[in-house]
């Protein structure tokens, strides 16, 4: 003769607690981490890409560039050879210089060439341009 057994506990099962992620969709718990670690990624991306320092001597040369320009297009002259500026020297102090040959068309049409010189400044962090000359 076998013994009865007699059970004392509740015959229904207690609903389990889950947590808040559990009561998530799957597919917003899958989607939600993979998503999370991409911004990361790339937010660490950008940070350490723009706390590289760029080349002093890159920097003149296209701040020049763009100082010319801007020059050029101010006294109503379309410019249609730019100097490429290979040459910039660092002339000591946070200071570059260089120079080329422009070529432009002014206001009545007539094609000109003159060669350019431009000096750039590193002032308090940014680099400025400090003069450019036009001689013939």
């Known amino acids: 003769m076998e013994p009865e057994t007699h059970e ?5 099962a207690e609903p389990q607690q889950r947590g808040w992620f559990m009561r998530l969709p799957l597919w917003l718990r899958i989607a939600g981490p993979a998503v999370l670690v991409i911004l990361l990624v790339g937010g660490i991306t950008a940070v350490v890409v723009s706390s590289q320092r760029r080349d002093p001597v890159d920097v003149a040369r296209s701040v020049c560039l763009s100082g010319v320009s801007s020059d050029l297009a101010a006294h109503d002259r ?21 120079q080329g040959v422009v070529r432009f068309t ?15 400044r590193l002032e308090n962090g940014a680099m400025r341009v400090a003069s450019i000359r036009f001689s013939p």
């Not at 379309?78 to 260089?98: A, C, H, I, N, Q």
């Not at 002014?106 to 750039?120: K, L």
Request: glycine share 10%.
């Open 8 to 12: 004392t506990g509740p015959t229904t």
């Open 78 to 98: 379309d410019s249609l050879e730019m100097p490429l500026f290979r040459d910039v020297k660092d002339v000591g102090d946070g200071s570059y210089r260089t």
């Open 106 to 120: 002014d206001s009545d049409g007539e094609e000109r060439s003159v060669t350019v010189r431009c000096i750039a």
